[in-house]
């Protein structure tokens, strides 16, 4: 296993158009996360999935956002009608159990761009 | 609501000198603090991870150490090198999601 896998690396998008992102977890890790992170800031938690069950929505978790993790394998992140503040790297992260007990491992992110 | 705060925000270093890196949070109910380390454009490499429980952990030239009463934690980095310079995250676990800091810019010179 190579690790937490995200997809695309980079995403161009006009403004008022709808992206996809993908996180492929570490295989054995039941938790999955999804953070964003702007130029010069920390990480910012958006929403965690226990399986297939997403768990907690951060506010900042609009409703053109939209995530997903069927059969508790790989999520998607869905952003409809992009705004340019939505620009940033959208990171995942994956563990076993429960953070408290277990590192959280994170992938490379999508830097994603709205023009 | 979990607050982290990392001092300094930017340090630049000449090679073989030790340092220290800082992290602050306000609520000492957490779980566990991780620190991270970020190349630019990058993702997030764990380097620690410090249980509620524990006092240090130690990986090679890397010492963190965790004092949950007065909410702080230090990143303790010997004989620091180039390949070192990357930012430098702390976490803290609020139960269901890490809330990071702002990281620290390391930055060393040959």
């Known amino acids: 296993d190579t690790g937490v896998s995200q997809d695309p690396r980079h995403k161009i998008t006009k403004r008022g158009q709808n992206v996809t992102f993908r996180c492929d977890p570490i295989?054995?890790?039941?938790?999955l996360y999804w953070y964003r992170q702007t130029l010069g800031q920390g990480p910012e938690f958006l929403t965690y999935f226990q399986n297939e069950a997403q768990l907690e929505k951060s506010r900042l978790l609009s409703d053109r956002f939209s995530a997903e993790r069927p059969k508790g394998s790989f999520s998607t992140l869905e952003i409809q009608r992009t705004e340019q503040g939505d620009s940033a790297m959208y990171l995942c992260a994956s563990s076993l159990g429960h953070t408290g007990e277990t590192e959280a491992f994170f992938g490379q992110g999508t830097r994603l761009t709205v023009v | 609501k979990q607050e982290v705060t990392q001092i300094p925000a930017a340090l630049s270093v000449p090679e073989g000198e030790n340092l220290v890196l800082n992290c602050s949070f306000t609520?000492?109910?957490?779980?566990?603090l991780q620190w991270f380390r970020q190349d630019p454009g990058k993702g997030l490499t764990s380097l620690l991870l410090?249980?509620?429980?524990?006092r240090e952990q130690t990986s090679g030239r890397l010492n963190a150490s965790l004092d949950k009463s007065s909410g702080r934690s230090t990143l303790y980095i010997a004989a620091s090198q180039p390949g070192d310079s990357a930012t430098y995250l702390c976490?803290?676990?609020?139960?269901?999601?890490?809330?990071f800091g702002k990281g620290t810019s390391l930055l060393v010179t040959p």
């Open positions: 976490a803290v676990d609020s139960g269901y999601a890490l809330n």
């Open positions: 410090i249980q509620s429980s524990q």
């Open positions: 295989s054995e890790h039941n938790r």
């Open positions: 609520d000492s109910a957490i779980y566990n």
